[in-house]
């Protein structure tokens, strides 16, 4: 019966026993709202500016494809995306800053392939690139183009191969930085070919590139975007394109693979992650957003410019993909022994 419990018993035990209903009370109603929030907020996503992470510099290729396709998924949204330079250490500090973000969906970052293959280079990077992100989407792959100096007396994939085998370590090719595509492609061309090619280091593609047409190097993996104009005028000769196949910009230049090496292929990824953790439904909006900015002409026309078609998929296809460029690359980055100076 009511009257034989202990609150029952004195006044201090009932003003006890009320004080504790109160805070049960209150416990269950924050459990509740606790328990309705992140639904609440994924179906009210986003109700405030998102902020897009670019890793790099304002200016360059990376940076005015972020604006662009930022422009495009705020307009499917109907929500600002606000675009963030924070560049340094190869990309690892505005990285590591999305990997520690709170996985709410308003803070996202644009990730090349420096996202798989820091880790392999930079003992404190500090994140992981399969357990610390959500992936969103794939934007695009780049291929590079295997340029030569026209005095190098190398006319193809084949010869340029031969020639490299009977001058082991005399063939110098430009190199933009340890971990770069135009490094990374090189090094994975001299594995596979079991060549031996001396690095010469640039700080940048056009620099690079001026010294490939006066000579001062004899072969570069190059951009598509910076090469175009030279391969056309001749000061530059192409021999193979990097990527799985031919580019629209390049039709009859061969693949490397098909040039006579192979299975090779290497491309620069770049897409859009949030931080790992990231509620699957505001994932699953960020990626209706994104393959709807990819299917804009605009965009086509800017990734053309690289080479590079969009690549619209799911989040499920990027996380393959990421997995799949961490274990190719921290291969090569291992087996060349190559690290940031």
């Known amino acids: 019966m009511v009257g034989r419990g202990p609150c029952r018993r004195n006044r201090s035990a009932v003003r006890a026993c009320t004080r504790l209903g109160t805070v049960l009370a209150a416990a269950v109603a924050i459990a509740a709202v606790a328990a309705v929030t992140p ?12 902020e897009l992470i670019v890793p790099y510099p304002p200016g360059g290729g990376n940076d ?22 924070r560049a ?56 590079n183009l295997v340029l030569v100096h026209p005095a190098l007396p190398a006319h193809s994939i084949a010869e340029l191969i031969a020639l490299a085998k ?9 190199s933009t930085g340890i971990g770069t595509s135009t490094h990374l492609a090189a090094a994975l061309f ?10 010469v280091p640039y700080k940048g593609v ?3 590139l001026t010294d490939l047409i006066g000579g001062q190097v004899a072969l570069m993996f190059c951009p598509m975007a910076g090469a175009f104009g030279f391969v056309r005028s001749g000061d530059v000769r192409a021999l193979a394109v990097t990527g799985a196949h031919r580019s629209a910009l390049f039709p009859d230049v061969p ?4 040039a006579g090496l192979p299975g090779y292929e290497a491309v620069l990824h770049y897409g859009i992650v949030a931080p790992g953790g990231t509620p699957s439904t505001i994932v699953g909006k960020l990626n209706a957003a994104l393959n709807a900015a990819l299917a804009d002409e605009t965009v086509k026309a800017r990734l053309a410019v690289d080479g590079a078609e969009p690549l619209p998929g799911t989040p499920e296809a990027y996380a393959v993909d990421i997995a799949q460029e961490e274990a190719k690359w921290s291969a090569i980055v291992k087996l060349s022994g190559d690290k940031p100076r």
């Open 39 to 50: 639904a609440a907020t994924a179906d009210d996503y986003p109700s405030r500016p998102i």
């Open 64 to 85: 005015v494809l972020a604006r662009l396709v930022a422009a495009k998924m705020s307009a499917a949204l109907n929500a600002t995306i606000v675009i963030e330079n």
């Open 88 to 143: 340094g250490a190869g990309s690892t500090i505005g990285t590591r800053d999305v990997a520690r973000s709170k996985p709410d969906g308003y803070t996202l970052l644009i990730a090349t392939s420096s996202l798989a293959i820091n880790p392999s280079l930079y003992p404190d990077t500090a994140y992981d690139p399969q357990k610390d992100f959500s992936p969103v989407g794939l934007i695009g792959a780049s291929p």
């Open 166 to 174: 009977e001058q082991p370590g005399k063939i110098d090719f430009a």
């Open 190 to 199: 001299a594995a596979m070919a079991k060549v031996t090619l001396t690095a």
């Open 206 to 208: 056009a620099p690079a």
């Open 255 to 258: 693949t490397v693979a098909e």
